[in-house]
């Protein structure tokens, strides 16, 4: 499942067709939804990004999640001349201003976007020191939680410039047109590199599977296995599965059948590891 | 699931980390010149990225980044009693690289740390002032310097080989040991022999090195750069380490691979053999099944003051089998086991 968070409604407006997503929430943040992907609108600030990233992604620990992955997108101001308006940019290092924290995605998919870092303020001036290429007041936020749900490699920021942040100007007020327009233009770059980040944790899925928890749940209930037995199923599951490339099926017939005793549940566990490291 | 490299996953290095105190060291710009297409980014420490708790090793394998870093603290450690020491009482080990390009199923990193990126401390300098110390401190020393990386697979980026040579010539009480399952010898004929640098090929049987050690030189590989190297005079020795339980005909394709490593190179001009089975601290095997996905990890080992190894008669099985093997073609008494 790809998350998207993204500040403000404008930001998402033509993401939402893109995608054809539905609306499924508007409280506490508005949400749209499809199968394949659920957006956030947060709000704009640190605080609004945090608990809006806190709520898109609570129910990932639950299950697996290594085919999930977070995006924070939205637009940014440009600190140097490295980048240009309208440029979209992968930030390869977001920092916290005010708490100097720094959080680095693992970039590990091939990409053709640019990349830089991006530093998060708390407020709109212009006071605080330009100290990495571009500004926001999401990013590190985002970060900071989606790292308690996700790996680094699952987490990602990318920012559309929308305007060069100068010392001796004040911020400049963009029209909703002119946002829209900029997400617009970098829909098939944003969503190509969404496809690859989502195609890389699809192909490299852990050894042990949905599926296969259920079985190892299903055997164990049935024979009424202790707690370390359980953990050796576990083990020994794996090392077939690992071995042989395929999963024990065999186990199923294990679904339905009541040891008489204690000792009859040993023994059956003692065969079935058996056949299992064979 | 196969570990292979897609069309969609980043070059090694496409990305370096480099700490700013980094920046002060030749050695940096040698290695980023050298790496001119990576992307930068500068870190304050290189803990920010190689220690993070939330990385996934396992893919990181297909495309890891380059830490440059400065070190500090500790530059060497006493020899784990998981290694041999050639019952050399001051045993150490020293680490300016960090993991390895090879993806070895078996290899203790892998359960050690949190990232599979490549880690390089460029300071080597500060490496060799200590180790002048510990000389005067200790009079003899004994030093592997390739425990945490196959270090020769990194030479051509980072040229240290050069520097612990000439630290080797001019410091003759220390013995240098450099462990490798690399089949490149050629950059060793650059240079003289000399006596207290040894160079430990790691070498297992095909049929390992193809299931369990990816992206590794092939055995056959291994025996011919052995070989050319102990024409030219280096002290070698070899690692036969570790063991590793390979089905119920594990001891006849041991039999087989000895067989090839006599009729490949000249077994009696080796230094000294060393004999380990597969062992690993509990914690370590811990990670290895949380993140890799070889049935080495879900082996059902003993674990014994919390090291986790063959059960105890298969253990004894393979050691004393592969020495019984060895003990008939080379001196026993150079023959190390642990």
């Known amino acids: 499942m790809l998350y998207i968070i993204s500040a403000m409604g404008i930001e998402t407006q033509s993401i939402i067709k893109y995608l054809d997503l539905k609306k499924t929430k508007d409280r506490p943040f508005e949400t749209y939804q499809n199968k394949e992907a659920t957006l956030v609108i947060s709000g704009v600030g640190i605080i609004n990004a945090a608990g809006a990233t806190s709520y898109l992604l609570k129910d990932t620990l639950k299950g697996l999640n290594h085919c999930d992955y977070a995006i924070n997108l939205g637009i940014c101001g440009s600190l140097n001349n490295k980048f240009n308006v309208g440029d979209l940019v992968l930030a390869n290092k977001v920092v916290d201003y005010e708490r100097k924290r720094k959080y680095y995605s693992d970039i590990l998919v091939k990409h053709n976007l640019k990349e830089g870092s991006i530093q998060s303020i708390n407020s709109l001036n212009v006071d605080y020191e330009f100290e990495e290429d571009l500004v926001d007041m999401e990013a590190s936020a985002f970060f900071q939680i989606a790292s308690k749900f996700l790996n680094v490699h699952q987490i990602y920021v990318l920012k559309i410039v929308s305007d060069k942040v100068s010392k001796n100007k004040p911020v400049e007020r963009l029209t909703k047109n002119y946002i829209d327009e900029l997400i617009q233009g970098k829909l098939e770059e944003i969503f190509t590199f969404t496809k690859s980040v989502g195609s890389l944790l699809k192909k490299f899925q852990p050894l042990v599977q949905q599926q296969d928890e259920e079985i190892i749940q299903k055997v164990s209930k049935s024979l009424k296995l202790t707690f370390s037995q359980i953990n050796q199923l576990e083990n020994a599951y794996a090392y077939f599965k690992s071995n042989k490339k395929v999963s024990p099926l065999f186990l199923k017939e294990y679904f339905n059948y009541i040891p008489k005793s204690k000792k009859e549940r040993d023994a059956i566990f003692e065969k079935l590891k058996a056949e299992l490291y064979k | ?338």
Not at chain 2, 139 to 152: A, M, T, V
Request: net charge positive; hydrophobic share 35%; glycine share 2%.
């Open chain 2, 1 to 338: 699931m196969k570990n292979s490299k897609q069309n969609y996953t980043n070059e090694t290095f496409s990305h370096i980390y480099i700490e700013k105190d980094a920046l002060n060291y030749s050695l940096t710009n040698e290695v980023i010149s050298k790496l001119n297409k990576s992307k930068i980014i500068y870190i304050d420490n290189y803990n920010e990225i190689f220690s993070r708790k939330n990385q996934n090793p396992f893919l990181q394998k297909l495309s890891p980044s380059l830490i440059l870093a400065v070190k500090k603290g500790d530059f060497i450690y006493k020899g784990s009693n998981l290694c041999h020491n050639f019952e050399q009482q001051d045993f150490y080990y020293t680490n300016f690289i960090v993991n390895c390009l090879y993806d070895c199923d078996y290899c203790y990193l892998k359960g050690m740390n949190f990232s599979s990126h490549i880690l390089f401390f460029v300071n080597l300098s500060d490496y060799f002032n200590e180790l002048r110390r510990l000389i005067v401190e200790k009079g003899k020393l004994y030093l592997s310097i390739s425990y945490d990386s196959d270090i020769l697979l990194f030479d051509g980026i980072y040229p240290f080989l050069k520097e612990w040579i000439k630290f080797a010539k001019e410091n003759p009480l220390i013995t240098i040991e450099i462990r490798t399952k690399t089949s490149n010898y050629k950059k060793f004929l650059n240079y003289s022999p000399i006596d207290n640098l040894i160079i430990t090929w790691s070498i297992s049987p095909q049929e390992v090195i193809s299931k369990y050690e990816k992206n590794t030189p092939s055995l056959e590989r291994r025996l011919i750069a052995i070989s050319q190297l102990l024409k030219k005079g280096w002290k070698i020795n070899l690692a036969l380490d570790p063991i590793l339980y390979i089905g119920e005909n594990w001891s006849d394709k041991y039999k087989e691979f000895i067989n090839s490593i006599t009729e490949n190179i000249n077994i009696k001009e080796i230094n000294a053999i060393t004999l380990g089975v597969f062992r690993i601290p509990a914690d370590y095997l811990k990670r290895f099944k949380k993140f890799f996905e070889s049935s080495i990890s879900f082996f059902p080992y003993q674990t014994i003051n919390g090291v986790s190894t063959y059960p105890e008669e298969l253990k004894n099985e393979m050691i004393k089998f592969v020495y019984s093997e060895l003990k008939n073609i080379f001196d026993k008494t150079n023959i190390y086991i642990l």
